[in-house]
């Protein structure tokens, strides 16, 4: 099976980053969240 040009890399490169980014602001939200309660 011939791999079509550089369009998965890309799509993967996409999702890594939306990933990454939904990991941040939960974090965020979760230290927030914590320092709010004073743990």
Known sequence: MARSAKL???EQKTAIH???QSVSSCLI?????MVHKGC
């Not at 939200?29 to 969240?33: D, E, F, K, L, N």
Request: glycine share 0%; proline share 9%.
């Open 29 to 33: 939200v979760v230290s927030a969240h």
């Open 8 to 10: 998965p890399e890309t």
């Open 18 to 20: 939306t990933l990454y």
